[in-house]
């Protein structure tokens, strides 16, 4: 009895693992020359992780550093509303965008792929992106491999895979983001929230959070960046946390938070659509 039961749910358990990547599976075979090969799981990072840090910390400086200072305005706009001098003024808010092109020196945005029938794509929408830049960021629930998943990966494509076998389900409808919303809004320190929900829309707060609708390189279409595992160190300030695209299946997991960036492998130029490679070998 316990053998069948335990039989029928590895049965299962092999089946739903070829869910998590099905467009893959249904493709790779076209594309072998795309395919992506790493010698060693370290020689997967292009950008050091001191770098990633670096260009997060400094758009997320700003990104918070704007807010403040929108809230100040705001603050001062009720007492000005209150005492009958109210300033209709707006003053030079800044936008994630404009955050994002004063820090990094470009933007990205969503719209509909270059490619027939590819759905929604990311392009580089102004500015130039240097080889070896943060383009982007893959936001989602973070699972460790022993978690369940099995629910939230059906008919899903958005669940990404890492090295490791950590996956990130990184779909922003039904259940996947009912839960990333119920994990974010469980995780906080004092006032500040550890993750940022606003991926799940259409206006991210961190302009960077929309690396899940990069497609998928093809011969024709070379990839332009590549995914790189990047796990938040303890040092990273808890206020600048809550610009982050990811968050925890399971509150009490001992590692870092998994990340996962989206780096560029040769310099982009605005109107360029990001194309990337579902599918690396580690031998
Ligand atoms: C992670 S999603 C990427 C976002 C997707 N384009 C969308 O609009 O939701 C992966 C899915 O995008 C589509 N896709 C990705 N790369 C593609 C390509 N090169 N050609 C056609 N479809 C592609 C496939 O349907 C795949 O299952």
């Known amino acids: 009895m316990f053998r069948s039961t335990l039989n029928r749910f590895l049965n299962k358990w092999k089946s739903y693992r070829h869910r998590f990547v099905p467009w893959i599976a249904l493709n790779l075979s076209k594309n072998e020359k795309t395919l ?6 370290s020689k997967d990072k292009l950008t050091p992780d001191a770098e990633v840090s670096r260009a997060l910390l400094q758009l997320f400086g700003v990104l918070l550093d704007r807010a403040e200072h929108r ?3 705001g603050a001062q706009n009720n007492f000005k509303r209150l005492t009958g001098q109210e300033d209709h003024c707006r003053g030079d808010l800044i936008c994630g965008h404009d955050a994002m092109f004063q820090t990094l020196g470009f933007c990205i945005d969503r719209k509909p792929s270059s490619l027939a029938f590819a759905g ?6 102004k500015g130039l992106v240097p080889k070896g830049a943060i383009v982007a960021m893959y936001p989602g629930t973070v699972y460790q491999p022993y978690e369940p998943i099995f629910f939230q990966s059906i008919r899903n494509p958005f669940v990404f895979r890492c090295i490791d076998g950590v996956l990130i389900d990184g779909n922003d409808k039904g259940i996947s983001k009912m839960v990333f919303r119920s994990c974010s809004g469980r995780d906080r320190v004092g006032f500040f929230m550890l993750s940022d929900v606003s991926w799940l829309t259409n206006d991210p707060l961190n302009p960077l ?3 899940q609708y990069v ?5 024709e279409r070379p990839a332009n960046v590549c995914y790189q595992e990047y796990d938040v160190p303890d040092k990273f300030p808890i206020e600048l946390r809550q610009y982050l695209p990811n ?3 399971r509150q009490e997991v001992q590692a870092p938070l998994r990340c996962v960036v989206l780096v560029s492998l040769r310099d982009i130029i605005a109107g360029e659509e990001l194309f990337s490679n579902y599918y690396t070998i580690v031998h």
Request: proline share 0%.
């Open 247 to 249: 968050v925890n299946f």
């Open 209 to 211: 959070a929309v690396g």
């Open 120 to 125: 929604t794509g990311v392009f580089v929408t």
């Open 215 to 219: 497609n998928n390189c093809s011969n």
């Open 36 to 41: 992506r090969q790493v010698s060693e799981r």
């Open 71 to 73: 809230d100040a305005r």
